[in-house]
């Protein structure tokens, strides 16, 4: 099966069924995607898909056919995903960090959508991550931190 | 303060000596102040090579060894801020590893390798300081002989040894300094010296968790590296009865199926094979005639034995003989079973060879998951290596003196005869056990005329922790487990009624407990501070006032309470419809006050802010510090409003985050960290600030609300 991941064509033997998470990580071996709860629960497995964020634990491989799978590998190279990255260094939002490349995903995707997002856009868009170390505050002020600079 | 550490006395340093181009200053540590009892085969073990702390390279890198985990609370950069100020390192040239599962890096209270207690930074304290200002000491003598001068005129600074305008960076001084003889003292600097101590510092451990490339347990990948996934026992402690493996054996990608003692291993090339094939198993367990836990009936249980004399944890006086009460409360708290849930599901990667055994997970507890890998394959203990990876969240879970997750991935790939990296399922996760065990306290406190407890009885009915594990020996002491009766037995309050009695039951059962984020203050947190409120508003007293009253001679417990009271603004106006609740605590040698501003609307429990407080002593880093306030807070609040584990006909109910509910980000309250100035001992931050959180919130609502939350969750009670 043929998938677009990072800008990069990437021929991957696997079934239709699989989930994109198990695909990108056991298949591929790329690792920054997290696996959390395998039911869309807890969003650390987060990617872009076509630009839009999903939850690649319950998406299958099929789904992602002839469109663009995005990771945390791609985020440097995204000026969105730069923003956001940087945001989260200058607030010092990480942990344990296991969340925190689904975290990121949803952020950029939020920002990208939304380039001036509020305190509930925020709660909106970003209850669907958890993070058991509560980063929470920083990631809120890491937020508006990203879209202040990319004003 | 003793400045001067005289290391040869102490017989502190062991050698040093040139590794794989670097300076390795290794030590051995004293073997005196062991408690937990479980180091025997620690101490059979030869020191590894290297071992050491801290490793410069030619290249000017200093490489810090790490001999606790990191799991998000920080140690990854706190511990390198030790070393770096006796160092006069270079910030940017500091990297960090996981050390070994090694003798050198044995906790220096607690006997054994291990991440727990809130204790990294006050057990290290010495030790990684010692480690950096040695170092210092033979790089100025390294530089003192190449360019033939007295060490006197020396000094250090960012990295290199300075002499006027001379300068030799630290890599360039690796190869003498290997040479020479180890000091036999050196002086460690005043705290006035002290450039990182003390001051915010950003993590190390940043840029990789936010680009994907920090290497979890999760992330171990290699040639040949098979997962598995096993199918345990649906009643705890039941036994396989029969398995086919049949159709598992036709899903595409399975490689084979095992038996191991927690139950039936599936090995396939990738995880989503395993899944498949283990929901494709037909299984049978030996439910019949077994004890099946039940929520209902337990809390019946518990509850009578609450009423019932039980183990003396305490005694003082007679609380048969408080006369002159004015009045008494009794009141019965219940707390549930909590699953620590951390976000990194638990996994192990074991990979078997004629040498020995290699294992990479994130633990907690290096040397029981050591020991217990060496036992299973008839090893000694340093044929096993651990290679600590990042741990996605512990909180007590990856700290196991049973070493389950371990075991059982140690067995799987025994079993298979491959390499294999064994992977739990969140539900495997959230059904597996090692719970903070469910607790029932039931105290009846009679108050003089003033509001002044003449006489406190506290009993607590609960399954041990550490009963059945290498450390009972140590930590259970004329029948009474020490982390059972930890915040109740030892409470201020308790002590300063002249007559209480604190008993204990420890409830027999399968279900497997574990110490949950401030183990046993977890529950006496909420049961002590939601009391002492009950009891102020019976004598018609401030919830402040009062127990500043009872605190008076604390001054650490009087020092973060007014401090979070001042900040709050408690006793000034609110928005319409908010109100405080206050609660403080002591837990891990650390003080913690709290002032929460909850709303109560349609039933619904709004947190809108946290004030907190902390007197940990020393703060090493106290944007660390801040950021571990405001994590329990998040930790200690998804526990009270909604989490909760429960059993029926013996089975867990909750299965994923859908069922066992976390805080989110919708319900994230605003928090405001404040430390003590402090030069008090150090004490912990991991865990401290959990244990007020949840009675500071519940006093809240019994101020919006008059209703006193007396179980937890709060979940639908004020529906």
């Given at each position: 099966?043929?998938?677009?991941?990072?800008?990069?064509?990437?021929?991957?033997?696997?079934?239709?069924?699989?989930?994109?998470?198990?695909?990108?990580?056991?298949?591929?071996?790329?690792?920054?995607?997290?696996?959390?709860?395998?039911?869309?629960?807890?969003?650390?497995?987060?990617?872009?898909?076509?630009?839009?964020?999903?939850?690649?634990?319950?998406?299958?491989?099929?789904?992602?056919?002839?469109?663009?799978?995005?990771?945390?590998?791609?985020?440097?190279?995204?000026?969105?995903?730069?923003?956001?990255?940087?945001?989260?260094?200058?607030?010092?939002?990480?942990?344990?960090?296991?969340?925190?490349?689904?975290?990121?995903?949803?952020?950029?995707?939020?920002?990208?959508?939304?380039?001036?997002?509020?305190?509930?856009?925020?709660?909106?868009?970003?209850?669907?991550?958890?993070?058991?170390?509560?980063?929470?505050?920083?990631?809120?002020?890491?937020?508006?931190?990203?879209?202040?600079?990319?004003? | 303060?003793?400045?001067?550490?005289?290391?040869?006395?102490?017989?502190?340093?062991?050698?040093?000596?040139?590794?794989?181009?670097?300076?390795?200053?290794?030590?051995?540590?004293?073997?005196?102040?062991?408690?937990?009892?479980?180091?025997?085969?620690?101490?059979?073990?030869?020191?590894?090579?290297?071992?050491?702390?801290?490793?410069?390279?030619?290249?000017?890198?200093?490489?810090?060894?790490?001999?606790?985990?990191?799991?998000?609370?920080?140690?990854?950069?706190?511990?390198?801020?030790?070393?770096?100020?006796?160092?006069?390192?270079?910030?940017?040239?500091?990297?960090?590893?996981?050390?070994?599962?090694?003798?050198?890096?044995?906790?220096?209270?607690?006997?054994?390798?291990?991440?727990?207690?809130?204790?990294?930074?006050?057990?290290?304290?010495?030790?990684?300081?010692?480690?950096?200002?040695?170092?210092?000491?033979?790089?100025?003598?390294?530089?003192?002989?190449?360019?033939?001068?007295?060490?006197?005129?020396?000094?250090?600074?960012?990295?290199?040894?300075?002499?006027?305008?001379?300068?030799?960076?630290?890599?360039?001084?690796?190869?003498?300094?290997?040479?020479?003889?180890?000091?036999?003292?050196?002086?460690?600097?005043?705290?006035?010296?002290?450039?990182?101590?003390?001051?915010?510092?950003?993590?190390?451990?940043?840029?990789?968790?936010?680009?994907?490339?920090?290497?979890?347990?999760?992330?171990?990948?290699?040639?040949?590296?098979?997962?598995?996934?096993?199918?345990?026992?649906?009643?705890?402690?039941?036994?396989?009865?029969?398995?086919?493996?049949?159709?598992?054996?036709?899903?595409?990608?399975?490689?084979?199926?095992?038996?191991?003692?927690?139950?039936?291993?599936?090995?396939?090339?990738?995880?989503?094979?395993?899944?498949?094939?283990?929901?494709?198993?037909?299984?049978?367990?030996?439910?019949?005639?077994?004890?099946?836990?039940d929520s209902a009936a337990l809390l019946k249980q518990y509850q009578a034995l609450a009423q019932?004399?039980?183990?003396?944890?305490?005694?003082?006086?007679?609380?048969?003989?408080?006369?002159?009460?004015?009045?008494?409360?009794t009141a019965e708290y219940v707390l549930p079973y909590l699953?620590?849930?951390?976000?990194?599901?638990?996994?192990?990667?074991?990979?078997?060879?004629?040498?020995?055994?290699?294992?990479?997970?994130?633990?907690?507890?290096?040397?029981?998951?050591?020991?217990?890998?060496?036992?299973?394959?008839?090893?000694?203990?340093?044929?096993?290596?651990?290679?600590?990876?990042?741990?996605?969240?512990?909180?007590?879970?990856?700290?196991?003196?049973?070493?389950?997750?371990?075991?059982?991935?140690?067995?799987?790939?025994?079993?298979?005869?491959?390499?294999?990296?064994?992977?739990?399922?969140?539900?495997?996760?959230?059904?597996?056990?090692?719970y903070r065990p469910m607790f029932v306290h039931r105290a009846?406190?009679?108050?003089?005329?003033?509001?002044?407890?003449?006489?406190?009885?506290h009993t607590l009915v609960g399954q041990?922790?550490?009963?059945?594990?290498?450390?009972?020996?140590?930590?259970?002491?004329?029948?009474?487990?020490?982390?059972s009766?930890?915040?109740v037995?030892?409470?201020?309050?308790?002590?300063?009624?002249?007559?209480?009695?604190?008993?204990?039951h420890?409830v027999?059962?399968?279900?497997?407990?574990?110490?949950?984020?401030?183990?046993?203050?977890s529950h006496s947190g909420f049961a002590m501070e939601s009391l002492?409120?009950e009891?102020?508003?019976?004598?018609?007293?401030?919830?402040?006032?009062?127990?500043?009253?009872?605190?008076?001679?604390?001054?650490?417990?009087?020092?973060?309470?007014?401090?979070?009271?001042?900040?709050?603004?408690?006793?000034?106006?609110?928005?319409?419809?908010?109100?405080?609740?206050?609660?403080?605590?002591?837990?891990?040698?650390?003080?913690?006050?709290?002032?929460?501003?909850?709303?109560?609307?349609?039933?619904?429990?709004?947190?809108?802010?946290?004030?907190?407080?902390?007197?940990?002593?020393?703060?090493?880093?106290?944007?660390?510090?801040?950021?571990?306030?405001?994590?329990?807070?998040?930790?200690?609040?998804?526990a009270a409003?909604s989490s909760e584990i429960s059993f029926?006909?013996?089975?867990?109910?909750?299965?994923?985050?859908?069922?066992?509910?976390?805080?989110?980000?919708?319900?994230?309250?605003?928090?405001?960290?404040?430390?003590?100035?402090?030069?008090?001992?150090?004490?912990?931050?991991?865990?401290?600030?959990?244990?007020?959180?949840a009675p500071?919130?519940a006093?809240?609502?019994?101020?919006?609300?008059?209703k006193r939350i007396r179980r937890l969750p709060i979940g639908d009670q004020?529906?």
């Amino acid at each position: 099966m043929k998938l677009m991941i990072n800008g990069k064509e990437t021929e991957l033997n696997v079934s239709e069924d699989m989930p994109i998470l198990w695909a990108i990580r056991d298949v591929a071996g790329m690792t920054g995607t997290k696996f959390g709860c395998g039911m869309a629960q807890c969003g650390a497995c987060t990617v872009h898909l076509d630009g839009q964020a999903i939850r690649s634990c319950v998406t299958p491989v099929s789904a992602a056919v002839g469109k663009k799978i995005t990771t945390i590998e791609a985020m440097q190279e995204d000026k969105v995903g730069q923003a956001v990255q940087a945001a989260w260094q200058q607030i010092d939002v990480v942990q344990c960090g296991y969340c925190q490349s689904g975290q990121i995903m949803s952020a950029t995707s939020l920002l990208k959508q939304n380039p001036k997002p509020s305190d509930a856009d925020i709660d909106a868009a970003m209850s669907g991550n958890i993070c058991r170390c509560g980063t929470y505050q920083r990631i809120r002020t890491a937020i508006h931190e990203a879209a202040a600079k990319l004003a | 303060m003793n400045d001067m550490i005289n290391l040869s006395r102490r017989s502190f340093i062991k050698s040093t000596a040139l590794v794989a181009g670097g300076l390795v200053v290794a030590f051995s540590i004293p073997q005196a102040k062991r408690f937990m009892g479980v180091a025997n085969a620690a101490e059979a073990m030869p020191l590894p090579a290297p071992n050491a702390f801290l490793r410069i390279g030619a290249d000017d890198s200093i490489t810090v060894m790490l001999a606790h985990s990191e799991m998000g609370q920080g140690v990854w950069t706190t511990l390198p801020m030790l070393i770096a100020d006796e160092l006069d390192a270079d910030w940017n040239t500091i990297k960090v590893e996981h050390a070994p599962a090694a003798p050198a890096y044995i906790h220096t209270a607690y006997g054994i390798q291990i991440t727990g207690g809130s204790s990294t930074t006050w057990s290290e304290f010495d030790r990684y300081r010692q480690a950096g200002a040695l170092t210092r000491a033979l790089l100025m003598q390294a530089a003192a002989k190449q360019w033939n001068v007295p060490v006197a005129g020396l000094r250090t600074e960012n990295g290199a040894v300075i002499n006027g305008s001379q300068k030799l960076r630290y890599g360039q001084l690796v190869e003498t300094a290997s040479q020479l003889p180890t000091p036999a003292s050196v002086t460690l600097k005043k705290p006035e010296e002290w450039k990182f101590i003390g001051k915010a510092t950003k993590r190390l451990d940043s840029a990789e968790k936010i680009n994907g490339t920090a290497k979890f347990g999760q992330d171990v990948q290699f040639d040949g590296l098979k997962i598995a996934m096993v199918a345990r026992a649906p009643v705890f402690g039941t036994k396989l009865k029969s398995v086919a493996d049949g159709d598992t054996l036709k899903v595409p990608g399975v490689i084979k199926v095992v038996k191991v003692p927690t139950g039936v291993a599936v090995i396939a090339e990738h995880y989503w094979a395993a899944k498949q094939g283990r929901e494709a198993l037909k299984l049978e367990w030996d439910l019949a005639g077994h004890d099946k836990p039940d929520s209902a009936a337990l809390l019946k249980q518990y509850q009578a034995l609450a009423q019932q004399p039980g183990v003396q944890a305490a005694k003082a006086g007679d609380i048969a003989s408080s006369k002159q009460a004015k009045q008494t409360v009794t009141a019965e708290y219940v707390l549930p079973y909590l699953s620590h849930a951390p976000m990194e599901p638990l996994n192990c990667a074991v990979k078997i060879s004629e040498q020995g055994c290699d294992i990479w997970t994130g633990t907690q507890m290096q040397t029981t998951d050591q020991a217990s890998a060496a036992k299973i394959l008839s090893l000694k203990p340093e044929q096993v290596k651990i290679h600590t990876q990042f741990l996605g969240g512990g909180f007590g879970r990856r700290a196991n003196p049973r070493a389950d997750f371990v075991s059982e991935a140690v067995e799987v790939a025994k079993a298979a005869g491959l390499p294999v990296k064994t992977v739990w399922s969140r539900e495997d996760d959230v059904k597996g056990g090692f719970y903070r065990p469910m607790f029932v306290h039931r105290a009846t406190v009679s108050l003089d005329k003033q509001g002044k407890p003449l006489a406190w009885q506290h009993t607590l009915v609960g399954q041990s922790i550490i009963k059945g594990t290498p450390f009972e020996g140590v930590m259970i002491k004329d029948g009474i487990d020490a982390t059972s009766v930890e915040g109740v037995a030892d409470s201020p309050y308790v002590k300063g009624t002249a007559n209480h009695l604190v008993q204990l039951h420890s409830v027999q059962s399968d279900v497997p407990v574990l110490w949950w984020r401030s183990v046993g203050h977890s529950h006496s947190g909420f049961a002590m501070e939601s009391l002492i409120d009950e009891l102020a508003h019976a004598s018609k007293q401030d919830p402040l006032a009062y127990r500043r009253q009872l605190l008076k001679d604390h001054p650490r417990h009087l020092a973060a309470l007014n401090l979070a009271a001042d900040k709050a603004g408690w006793g000034k106006p609110l928005a319409k419809g908010v109100f405080r609740g206050i609660a403080v605590h002591e837990s891990f040698g650390s003080y913690v006050a709290q002032v929460a501003e909850v709303s109560v609307k349609e039933g619904e429990v709004k947190v809108h802010r946290v004030v907190v407080a902390i007197d940990c002593g020393l703060a090493v880093n106290p944007d660390g510090v801040k950021a571990q306030m405001e994590s329990s807070v998040a930790y200690a609040l998804g526990a009270a409003l909604s989490s909760e584990i429960s059993f029926k006909d013996g089975q867990v109910v909750q299965s994923n985050f859908h069922d066992y509910q976390v805080l989110r980000m919708k319900d994230m309250p605003k928090v405001d960290v404040h430390i003590v100035a402090s030069t008090e001992k150090m004490g912990g931050v991991g865990e401290p600030g959990v244990p007020p959180l949840a009675p500071a919130v519940a006093n809240a609502v019994f101020a919006a609300t008059g209703k006193r939350i007396r179980r937890l969750p709060i979940g639908d009670q004020l529906a």
